[in-house]
């Protein structure tokens, strides 16, 4: 399915302990993010405030990527941050 | 030759290590042998009756070996800590077929101190080691809890409804001199607890202990003979599901599909309907659990369990007594719970249990595996 890479909060759970082998650091936010085009997938939500109040369900998102270990990795952060 | 579901199988041997908790003397293979010496014993039965067997965690031969047994019927199926159940409704099908005549189910996980336990590792050679754990689904709390905060949002619940399942469970546990948690909680208390996983709290997270329980099955005319013989517990319905290993995939948050097809199975197989059961364990691994394992039941409807529980209901003396044991929550949970929660069915339906629920002539049994990615159920009965 090609994606236009925008979607929304579908459902989101807030990383509050630090575990050795987690890739992000608490806390952290991931979210299961529904794209518009339908699909969902999970995926680290960026530049929020990892609280509660922090994230709104069904908040609109779009996809930004990092590279890790010469892999592209996609991660969300909210349509207003850009 | 007598089928699966008609009562000819029982559970004639149930028991658990002498001790749960912090065991470091214990690899999780003795504790497995200590679970199934006791349930043999509790059966009345010798090693040398066993015929057949099922584990899972290690491999069924490395544990046959172990305990020093030559079964002729063998059972690995691993779809996490519901696996147990899977194995209670295969091996009740062995029986009634003739394939085995005395099972013996064995559990024992060294889940806190972690001796002799296999390695939890997650590759990329799967789509779970691919799409999911390198976004940092890496523990229970975060899989499990990630598609909470949708389910109560549709279901017009809050984490006051989780932190309810706590101090309703809690309960149960204040009766069970051997949980871990006893102490009497309430819900502020429960949601101010150090924060794990939002909207999970630490006590809305099962207790990790090391631990071991054990069932031994026979069909019902061997079972007249035995010690119980005058308490039989009848397996007389059962499900197993799977579905999808990847949280994302779940076809919607408000439902485990695979909790709602194995019990809906296991219903239709045992011709009961949900107001004749009397006592129910719902695998609780975190406090949502039991709020997904009502509605998918069916014991409520949608949106309904969190008021259920918060009315009372499921406590002690309440109409449909849940988790009696105290749960994973506050009784114990060694990483694969299932065993633990058949145990507790077994004594409640034989008039054995710490805090006994009066005229229990049927338990439903509900476990969960591998996240939301497997289901069994068992529906048992002590009726002649």
Redesign the interface.
Known sequence: VPSSGRGSVYSFVINQIDMPSLLASAPSVIAIVELDEGPRLAAVLGEVDPTPDGVQLDMRVVAKFEQRAGQSVPYFVPETAR | MSTLHDGQVEIVGAAETDEIGRLPGYSALALAQEAARNALKDAGLAWQDVDGFATTLYLPHEAAYYLGIDPRWIDGTAVGGCSYLAHVRHAAAAIASGAANVVLIVHGESGRSHIGAPPYEVTTNSPVGQ??Y??????P??VL???????L?ERGMSQRDLAEVVVAQREWAALNPRALKRRPTTVKEVLEGR?????FTVDMCCVVTDGGAAVVMTSAGRARELKQADRPVKVIGSGERVDSM????MPT?TSMRAVTQSARDAFASSGLSHAEIDHLMIYDAFASIPLYGLEDLGFTEPGESGKFIADGHTRPGGKLPLNTNGGGLSYTHTGMYGMFAIVEAVRQLRGQATAQVPNVSTSFVQGIGSMHAAAASLILSNRT
């Open positions: 799409f999911e390198p976004h940092g689904l890496v523990a709390s975060l809890g990630l598609p909470v905060l949708r389910f949002h924060p794990i996983a939002y909207p990847m949280v994302s995939q948050a």
